[in-house]
């Protein structure tokens, strides 16, 4: 095997799977790529953690890079790609931590008489809220969510799932103070969150759970099948599931904004048919009420009218239940499929969706550019006032994704359609092994560009151009 080229060797493990082949290619630049992930990430643990995905992406594209001549530089750029998701998922875990070290210390000196006066209160002032504040505090501080997983759940970025936190304990805080409690938001999250959920009496959730097996033996059995399957997998296999895994939550906050879209779509189709029912309802109970109180002998005849009409709006009221209850259905299939594989048209669906939101941010900046005697803003808390209202919050999902490269005037640049002005922080790759970015340009377009190395600096060098010197 050693006297076999790089190519050689890619060619044997793709065509024949040849375990020796690969095994080849790792000794001979398992070293590169180590040494460029401790140089990048500046831990040895979290170094072999890249090492390995970078060679599970290797196994992966294998057929594609047979006919590569230098095998060693998409090693490093995949190495740099990945290194860069590590450093950026290790940020996040240490934020959680000083956060949880910050709540603990904030509730060491908390009084336990606070949470005897906020509890007896707590869940109708969360019943005041609406929905959408209840749902960020309820991920936040009753499940423990993290941010991220907080803003995967709603289909947000970070920063806006954060936002969204902050004014839904800020409301909940009026609610109290309505009720004569006055308390401060901080101090109210961190008795919250230690005092709201407390564990279920033990025997409960056995009784639970002998009761679904009861009628759920066969899927249980198809769960047990698959959990063994996945125990017996090698440990080259997980690697290469998580990173699958990893590159599919880069893109997952664009399928949740495509869901949220069709949802709210059927919620405005199907409220007037929701409104008529909550009517029908009320009427019939009406009748029913007047029906229990005729009890003399003139009021027979109004009696058997009121049946009647009891009847007739019964009739309707199952024809708008069952209303309700196609709406039900179509949040469901516009739910995410848990455990299925992105298909490439959804890949391609969410490429293109980077692809018009970062257009809407491009058309931000040239309306900065008109009112501001030309000059592109420095960042992008200068051009959100200009998005779009219809799409101003799936644009500003992808405002942490995008970068500014270029910040002078628009009038001194003579071929604006060759400039860069924004670009994608981080590269993605489709199904075909590619690596894509989206780039918007001076003039208004925006395009996708993809490098089967993930190697895009040549290509940005020529479109990027620093502003004139005064």
Request: aromatic residues 6%; proline residues 3%.
């Amino acid at each position: 095997m050693d006297r076999l080229t790089d190519q050689q060797l890619l060619g044997e493990y793709a065509e024949r799977r040849s375990e020796p082949a690969f095994a080849e290619l790792v000794r001979r630049h398992v070293d590169l790529v180590y040494s460029a992930a401790v140089r990048m990430v500046r831990d040895a643990h979290l170094a072999e953690d890249v090492t390995q995905g970078v060679f599970a992406a290797l196994a992966r594209n294998a057929r594609q890079l047979a006919e590569r001549p230098v095998l060693s530089g998409w090693l490093h750029r995949t190495a740099q790609n990945l290194a860069a998701n590590t450093v950026r998922s290790d940020v996040r875990r240490r934020a959680r931590e000083q956060e949880a070290a910050a709540m603990n210390e904030l509730l060491s000196g908390e009084p336990d008489a606070a949470w005897e006066d906020i509890a007896p209160q707590l869940d109708a002032a969360l019943g005041e809220l609406s929905e959408v504040d209840r749902d960020a505090l309820l991920l936040r501080y009753f499940q423990r969510k993290s941010a991220r997983e907080m803003a995967q759940a709603l289909g947000l970025s970070e920063e806006a799932a954060q936002k969204r936190v902050s004014r839904a304990v800020e409301r909940l805080r009026e609610c109290f103070a309505k009720r004569g409690l006055a308390v401060g938001a901080s101090g109210l999250m961190v008795v919250i969150s230690a005092n709201a959920v407390q564990a279920a009496p033990g025997g409960l959730a056995a009784a639970i759970s002998t009761a679904a097996a009861v009628t759920g033996t066969t899927a249980a059995s198809v769960l047990t099948a698959t959990a063994t399957k996945a125990i017996a997998m090698t440990a080259l296999q997980k690697t290469v599931v998580a990173a699958t895994l990893a590159a599919a939550l880069a893109s997952s906050v664009f399928i949740q904004l495509r869901h949220r879209s069709s949802m709210r779509e059927a919620d405005q189709a199907l409220r007037p048919q929701a409104g008529q029912l909550a009517r029908l309802q009320a009427e019939n109970q009406r009748l029913s009420n007047l029906a229990a109180q005729a009890s003399s002998p003139n009021q027979l005849d109004d009696l058997q009218k009121l049946r009647a009409q009891a009847a007739g709006l019964r009739g309707q009221t199952k024809e708008l239940a069952a209303l309700e209850e196609e709406k039900g259905r179509l949040r469901t299939q516009n739910l995410p499929q848990a455990g299925r594989s992105k298909t490439a048209l959804e890949i391609k669906e969410e490429g293109m969706a980077k692809l018009n939101y970062s257009k809407d941010w491009m058309l931000a900046f040239l309306e900065f550019a008109d009112r501001n005697q030309g000059q592109f803003p420095t960042n992008l808390s200068q051009a959100a006032a200009f998005l779009p209202d219809s799409r101003k919050e799936e644009a500003a999902a992808i405002s942490d994704q995008l970068e500014i490269v270029y910040h002078g005037s628009r009038d001194a640049l003579t071929n604006p359609a060759n400039v860069l002005v924004l670009r994608e922080r981080q590269a993605w790759q489709f199904s075909n092994g590619n690596w894509e970015k989206v780039y918007v340009f001076a003039d208004g377009h925006s395009e996708i560009h993809a490098a089967p190395d993930g190697y895009f600096d040549a290509w940005e060098q020529e479109r990027i151009i620093a502003p004139p010197t005064p």
